[in-house]
């Protein structure tokens, strides 16, 4: 039997499945993560999974700066507001269809510093 925590830590792994599935399904986000980042799967979707936990259970699997990542791909093609736009649109929809339960509000609103946050300090970078 799962412990509430694991509960919640599973919640948080099926929920990044199902965002990713339609991130990787979407036209505009696709190519960003598989054209241009060239992710690899197997070894992102553990460490979005991770950072997830980090964030809203406060596990510590989770040690490395986000921020360079996506540095790095900004640097090969320049995100664009709608690129943020639709990630958290996507973010949000897959969170209201699978809701995290006590953590859902949580989300939704580290959701959106993140994609603000991002835009704000890759357009530093970019501009």
Do not use: C
């Not at 960003?32 to 197997?42: S, T």
């Not at 790095?72 to 809701?99: C, G, N």
């Amino acid at each position: 039997m799962l412990s509430p925590g694991d509960e919640t830590s599973q919640q948080i792994d099926q929920f990044v499945d199902a965002f990713y599935e339609r991130v990787l399904a979407d036209p505009l986000l696709a190519p960003m993560f598989l054209e241009v980042a060239r992710i690899n799967l197997a070894e992102h979707l553990p460490r979005i999974k991770a950072y997830w936990r980090k964030m809203l259970l406060g596990h510590s699997d989770y040690r490395r700066h986000m921020m360079q990542k996506h540095r790095e791909v900004d640097a090969i093609k320049h995100m664009t507001p709608e690129h943020y736009e639709r990630w958290l649109s996507l973010f949000e929809d897959t969170l209201e269809k699978q809701p995290l339960g006590t953590s859902s509000e949580r989300a939704f609103t580290l959701a959106r510093r993140v994609a603000g946050n991002m835009r704000q300090n890759l357009q530093r970078f970019s501009g």
